[in-house]
């Protein structure tokens, strides 16, 4: 049974990561139950836990929350949990809590009166949604109406949701802020595989000896995930870490301390990047070739398109050292179990899908699909995870 370790106001804000507990390659992520209950409240106060989960990133922690009175009061991860083992990093730890609430918050309605925003009673905002709604539905038609959706809702919300927008109103105009990394992830999945299902798990991060994370600030978006990769950097024989980022992010750091490679191209470069890393693996034969001839088409058209992405080449194109690529090359190339993640560095940037694919290739090239260890994750910012 894992401990249960309570956090008071602002703890997990000075120490995101909280207590480290690092352990070896292919061992099972120790469990580290992490809970915040109101100031004052002990456990035997709760009246009940409802099983519940964080969005408020793409890691989506098991969470169960407190209830005294019938009102939230605090919340705990989950160990049985496979996504955080117990763990919540300081946003789902607090953002829940009036403490955590900023002045600028909004608390009540806002309407627009004469050009300006003012505060409002419920009642007044919804009857001027519907009044306006009515409105134009009769003026213009359906098509007047579009919707533009956070990836933060659960199950039920989205439902909901379409039955509004689709049966109810009848328009087609329904879009998310997943169409931003989500939709780059599940069209390069269904271009290298034909389905947008990420083959990767995080479990794979208790078994590979490198990392790459491919635009992708980890520590500042998925906390939890970060942590786990922190737990095996920091154990007995630790994996390479490659960051591909043109900002000195903690992931940089950490890969300097791992003997990885900070690989920083400039912004629009990442296919380039990848074709040179591509490149490299198939001019050192660091390729499965049985592998390839069973499981993929198109090595020969691949190998004609990066043939020009020499390292010198490559590093014109993004500002970087030859010989970081070449590092970063041989430590995929060499490593029995690499994991990859992606996410808005190359999600949201230039020649997306096709960057996103080149990530896949690597590890088609190298038959490192499939097993525990070597994976694509592809991460986004909602309730997604790594690809
Ligand atoms: S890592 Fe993400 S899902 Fe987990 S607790 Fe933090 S914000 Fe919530």
């Known amino acids: 049974m ?3 370790q309570n956090h008071r106001s602002w703890d997990r804000v000075a120490n995101v990561f909280g207590e480290s507990t690092p352990h070896p390659r292919g061992s099972v992520w120790p469990a580290r139950v992490d809970q915040y209950l109101d100031e004052g409240l002990t456990d035997r106060e709760v009246d009940r836990w409802v099983q519940s989960a964080c969005l408020l990133c793409s890691n989506g922690c098991g969470a169960d929350i407190a209830v005294k009175d019938g009102r939230m009061v605090g919340i705990r991860g989950r160990a049985g949990d496979t996504v955080s083992h117990g763990r919540l990093g300081p946003k789902g ?3 829940s809590t009036p403490w955590a609430s900023f002045p600028d918050r909004l608390t009540r309605p806002l309407i627009r009166e004469a050009g300006r925003l003012v505060e409002t009673d419920w009642e007044t905002a919804m009857g001027r949604i519907v009044e306006v709604s009515k409105r134009l539905l009769k003026e213009k038609g359906p098509l007047s109406h579009g919707f533009y959706t956070s990836g933060q809702l659960f199950l039920e919300e989205y439902y909901t949701l379409a039955v509004i927008g689709k049966a109810g109103l009848g328009t087609p105009h329904m879009d998310g802020n997943t169409r931003l990394c989500t939709a780059t992830s599940a069209a390069a999945f269904k271009e290298s595989f034909g389905a947008d299902g990420q083959p990767g798990s995080y479990t794979d991060i208790e078994h590979c000896d490198a990392i790459f994370l491919y635009g992708h600030n980890m520590p500042e978006t998925q906390t939890v995930l970060w942590t786990r990769i922190l737990d095996r950097s920091r154990g007995d024989d630790p994996p390479r870490i490659v960051c591909v980022d043109p900002r000195r992010t903690a992931v940089a750091e950490e890969a300097d301390r791992t003997g990885g490679v900070h690989l920083a191209p400039r912004v629009g470069t990442n296919l380039a990047l990848m074709n040179g890393l591509t490149r490299e693996l198939l001019v050192h034969d660091w390729i499965d070739r049985a592998w390839v001839d069973a499981h993929t088409i198109g090595l020969d058209d691949l190998r004609e398109t990066v043939d020009p992405y ?4 490559v ?10 690529l070449r590092t970063a090359a041989r430590i995929f190339g060499e490593s029995e179990n690499v994991l990859s993640t992606v996410l808005q560095g190359f999600y949201q940037s230039h020649q997306a899908t096709a960057a996103s694919v080149a ?29």
Not at 315 to 324: S, W
Request: glycine share 12%; aromatic share 2%; charged share 15%.
């Open 2 to 4: 894992s401990q249960v």
């Open 93 to 95: 730890l607090y953002g």
């Open 310 to 313: 020499t390292p010198e080449h």
């Open 315 to 324: 590093a014109e194109v993004c500002g970087i050292d030859p010989e970081d």
């Open 359 to 387: 990530v896949h290739n690597l590890h088609l090239l190298r038959g490192m699909i499939g097993r525990p260890g070597p994976a694509t994750c592809a991460a986004s910012s909602v309730a997604a995870g790594v690809s």
